[in-house]
């Protein structure tokens, strides 16, 4: 007897090994350039001056710029794209294959939630290693001053578990969307999300006000994630095989 | 009603009973109050002219898109989402169950993971018959060699319900016959329901022992093939159903007028 748990559960783990094996490609990958930028850095002579973190986009820049960062980031970026090269490219094979929508959409929630895992994961290795090395020979991901320690970084890891796990089930309702609609159907509701949004908000300011509030309360990632979830689970029990 | 049982590992053909199915497009009806049947354990024989109702019949049996009006039951159950019955259900035509941008072993996985009767041995096994590269991917076959490709993962997927669609575009006649003849030796050595729909109605009428008719999204004719053949047939002469075809298909000056 196929039931929907047994086929959640083999896709499921078919696709943790394409997205582990991705996961470990990038991170070889970018720790190899990490240990490059390190040799050539400690060649040269070259230092990174480590700056107290006072809001994200110093978070981000550090992010990007830091060596240890640099595989983070790789493996971070790499979740993001497989949540939508994944569901885009296997869906409909998938179906067509027997596979229920249900299967598959359960199947690639479980992969969405294992890769945000590994990424965290990655990132309390990252966050160990800074409060080791932080004031050394280069920036530190997590904003950490010298003498930190890694219960310093946590919130900033916490937060980070959440927007990871945005990132990946956003990736997949994007793909979802592009999947059961005409092209244009997702293009323009993420014109709506991404542009006509934070124009409304710039033009109106309760709204604004109202978005910044819901963004700063602490329960937002969480009811984000767990609501694209819902919507990804309801356009992927719809759709249609061409 | 022609029902079979789908117990567990039972091999059972799985029959198909569809009852006032409608299909619409927007304003196009692709299927207008649908009534017929397929029996378990034969091959059946699905024509009609382009656009008939062919293609959307056979995703609606296999669950590839959702009933709008009406019933179809696979093995006497509602087949939307449910995996003991979609899985025993392959519908193979010239896209979908295949992944095409990655190597011919992803989608033979795919198959492996979810056909409950798949036979990995025997997939080889006709790939290297039509000698298809399993190292290629399959957008970079030619498209007889695709054509070969998902005949022969429908084969080995050895379901209860086997769907083709015009699988076989773009063989030469060679690779026809090998694929009917493999057909046949794998229907009996492991026996099934056979939807076949195609064109090339000269080649594939003496396989089908019923037939079921489309025009316009209605059925004109459906049973035993020998039967059909036989009421459309002039006396001393047994009508082929491509002569059944065109005394029941709409003529092309009506089709446009409408």
Redesign the interface.
């Known amino acids: 007897?196929?039931?929907?748990a047994?086929?959640t559960r083999?896709?499921a783990r078919?696709f943790a090994t394409g997205s582990s094996k991705v996961l470990a490609f990038a991170l070889a990958i970018a720790t190899l350039v990490s240990v490059a930028v390190w040799a050539l850095a400690t060649v040269q002579g070259w230092t990174v001056p480590i700056e107290p973190v006072d809001g994200e986009g110093q978070v981000f820049f550090e992010f990007s710029t830091t060596a240890f960062g640099i595989p983070l980031a790789a493996v971070g970026i790499a979740a993001f794209v497989l949540s939508i090269v994944q569901t885009a490219?296997?869906t409909?094979?998938?179906?067509?294959?027997?596979?229920?929508?249900?299967?598959v959409a359960g199947a690639t929630l479980l992969n969405g939630a294992l890769m945000v895992v590994l990424v965290n994961v990655l990132a309390a290795v990252v966050l160990a290693l800074e409060a080791r090395f932080a004031g050394g020979w280069v920036g530190s991901t997590f904003g950490l001053a010298p003498g930190a320690t890694f219960a310093d970084g946590v919130p900033v890891l916490v937060h980070a578990l959440g927007q990871v796990a945005f990132a990946v089930v956003a990736g997949m309702t994007i793909a979802a969307v592009f999947l059961r609609w005409p092209w244009w159907v997702g293009v323009g509701t993420l014109a709506i999300v991404l542009w006509g949004l934070p124009l409304l908000a710039f033009w109106f300011e309760p709204l604004a006000a109202l978005g910044a509030a819901a963004v700063s309360w602490p329960g937002a990632m969480p009811l984000g994630v767990v609501a694209l979830a819902g919507a990804y689970w309801v356009v992927m029990?719809?759709l249609?095989?061409p | 009603m022609t029902t079979a049982s789908t117990t567990s590992g039972a091999t059972a053909p799985l029959g198909v009973d569809i009852a006032g199915l409608s299909y619409r497009f927007g304003s196009t009806v692709a299927l207008a109050d649908v009534t017929c049947a397929v029996r378990p354990g034969t091959i059946t024989g699905l024509v009609g002219r382009n656009g008939a109702g062919k293609t959307t019949l056979a995703a609606l049996v296999a669950a590839l898109r959702p009933v709008q009006t009406g019933t179809v039951l696979v093995g006497g159950r509602p087949v939307w989402e449910d995996p003991d019955v979609t899985s025993r259900i392959c519908l193979m035509r010239d896209k979908g169950a295949i992944v095409e941008d990655e190597r011919i072993g992803t989608s033979l996985r795919i198959a492996a993971m979810l056909r409950p009767h798949w036979d990995g041995e025997y997939a080889l096994a006709l790939l290297d018959r039509f000698e298809v590269p399993v190292r290629r991917k399959p957008q970079q076959l030619s498209r007889g060699k695709r054509s070969a490709l998902g005949a022969a993962v429908a084969l080995a997927s050895r379901c209860e319900l086997t769907i083709f669609d015009e699988v076989y575009l773009g063989m030469d006649a060679v690779a026809r016959r090998m694929f009917y003849d493999e057909l046949m030796a794998d229907y009996i050595a492991h026996p099934r329901t056979v939807i076949l729909s195609s064109h090339l109605l000269d080649e594939v009428e003496d396989l089908m022992e019923d037939v079921i008719v489309l025009d316009r999204g209605r059925v004109v004719a459906a049973g035993d093939t020998d039967a059909v053949r036989q009421a459309h047939s002039r006396p001393g002469e047994l009508a082929s159903l491509t002569d059944v075809l065109i005394q029941l298909s709409t003529p092309s000056s009506a089709r446009s007028a409408s």
């Open positions: 007897m196929t039931t929907t047994t086929q083999v896709l078919w490219s296997y409909r094979s998938l179906v067509a294959s027997g596979a229920t929508r249900a299967s029990r719809g249609r095989i």
